[in-house]
């Protein structure tokens, strides 16, 4: 195998080039291929090299994502003590309330306008609805740990929270792209005079 | 100016004319012996662009890379003169101090 065969999972780099503006789509993926197919593919082995590689997608996730992934987890946090109601939901499920919504098109919007590009406000409204929703699962198996057994207990439940999670992505989703697309309409935050 | 930011911005004066993102980014991480990730280096890369502390520009890539263009970084004036500012702060700091510091029984 030539060096050149060795390639990341395309799926992170796919996440990888989501989450970068037009200007930095080359060099950052290239920086990374480099480091992989020099360094670690041949120090590590693909799994662990892969794994790397991965990781160091995720900084770059987190790195853009953190504003949208604090609102979420302080917006559960805010929910979890008061009374049902308070914030309207479409249906009785996590993740599909008025302010969910609100912090989801916001997340696409933020995401859109940091790359100027609208596959990122997607992303982000994505990852922020996963947040969401597992921030909610933590809290509900720490208050009734007895919970985190009823999967075991009675299958169909995994297709319940199945169904709930693709719920919670779907509506985080939709409203990420109203956000995105009044972001990616909007001219973007970032205005760097480079050099290129 | 953080830690980090001067961290990144030596790193940019130590490697010179071979200073684009792979680079920079085992440069910190052996400079500060720990392991840094990329997404912080890229990030810290963009705020000193932002900043007006460093420039970059676009070169053509390798078949290692994929063909992807690299990105070198170089320090602006401003820049040099902000981490000239910050050592100096750093000694006038510890000026009058005998390094070790022992502690106090």
Do not use: H
């Given at each position: 195998?030539?060096?050149?065969?060795?390639?990341?999972?395309?799926?992170?780099?796919?996440?990888?080039?989501?989450?970068?503006?037009?200007?930095?789509?080359?060099?950052?993926?290239?920086?990374?291929?480099?480091?992989?197919?020099?360094?670690?593919?041949?120090?590590?082995?693909?799994?662990?090299?892969?794994?790397?590689?991965?990781?160091?997608?995720?900084?770059?996730?987190?790195?853009?994502?953190?504003?949208?992934?604090?609102?979420?987890?302080?917006?559960?946090?805010?929910?979890?003590?008061?009374?049902?109601?308070?914030?309207?939901?479409l249906v009785p499920a996590p993740g599909v309330?008025?302010?969910?919504?609100?912090?989801?098109?916001?997340?696409?919007?933020?995401?859109?306008?940091?790359?100027?590009?609208?596959?990122?406000?997607?992303?982000?409204?994505?990852?922020?609805?996963?947040?969401?929703f597992?921030?909610f699962f933590?809290?509900?198996?720490?208050?009734?740990?007895?919970?985190?057994?009823?999967p075991?207990?009675k299958p169909f439940i995994f297709v319940i929270v199945a169904t709930l999670l693709g719920l919670a992505l779907g509506f985080?989703?939709?409203?990420?792209?109203?956000?995105?697309?009044?972001?990616?309409?909007?001219?973007?935050?970032?205005?760097?005079?480079?050099?290129? | 100016?953080?830690?980090?930011?001067?961290?990144?911005?030596?790193?940019?004066?130590?490697?010179?004319?071979?200073?684009?993102?792979?680079?920079?980014?085992?440069?910190?991480?052996?400079?500060?012996?720990?392991?840094?990730?990329?997404?912080?280096?890229?990030?810290?890369?963009?705020?000193?662009?932002?900043?007006?502390?460093?420039?970059?520009?676009?070169?053509?890539?390798?078949?290692?890379?994929?063909?992807?263009?690299?990105?070198?970084?170089?320090?602006?004036?401003?820049?040099?003169?902000?981490?000239?500012?910050?050592?100096?702060?750093?000694?006038?700091?510890?000026?009058?101090?005998?390094?070790?510091?022992?502690?106090?029984?």
């Amino acid at each position: 195998m030539s060096v050149t065969d060795r390639r990341p999972p395309r799926a992170a780099y796919a996440l990888l080039k989501s989450l970068l503006k037009p200007s930095d789509s080359e060099s950052i993926p290239g920086d990374l291929l480099e480091e992989y197919r020099e360094v670690r593919y041949p120090s590590l082995g693909p799994l662990r090299a892969d794994v790397w590689y991965l990781t160091q997608v995720l900084s770059v996730l987190w790195r853009v994502a953190w504003p949208c992934v604090v609102a979420i987890i302080a917006l559960r946090i805010v929910s979890f003590p008061l009374p049902r109601g308070w914030n309207p939901s479409l249906v009785p499920a996590p993740g599909v309330s008025l302010l969910d919504a609100l912090v989801f098109a916001w997340a696409g919007y933020y995401g859109s306008q940091k790359t100027g590009l609208f596959i990122t406000g997607v992303v982000m409204a994505s990852v922020t609805s996963l947040v969401g929703f597992t921030t909610f699962f933590i809290y509900a198996a720490v208050t009734s740990p007895s919970l985190l057994l009823s999967p075991f207990q009675k299958p169909f439940i995994f297709v319940i929270v199945a169904t709930l999670l693709g719920l919670a992505l779907g509506f985080g989703v939709a409203a990420g792209i109203l956000g995105a697309a009044v972001g990616r309409w909007l001219p973007p935050s970032y205005s760097r005079a480079r050099a290129s | 100016m953080g830690q980090f930011e001067q961290a990144v911005l030596v790193a940019l004066i130590r490697l010179g004319k071979d200073a684009y993102g792979r680079a920079i980014l085992n440069e910190v991480q052996e400079r500060l012996a720990r392991d840094v990730s990329a997404g912080a280096v890229y990030a810290t890369l963009e705020r000193l662009e932002a900043k007006g502390l460093a420039s970059s520009k676009l070169a053509p890539g390798t078949a290692i890379r994929g063909g992807r263009a690299r990105r070198y970084f170089a320090p602006t004036g401003a820049g040099v003169r902000a981490l000239n500012d910050a050592k100096s702060a750093t000694d006038l700091l510890w000026r009058g101090l005998v390094w070790p510091l022992r502690v106090r029984t």
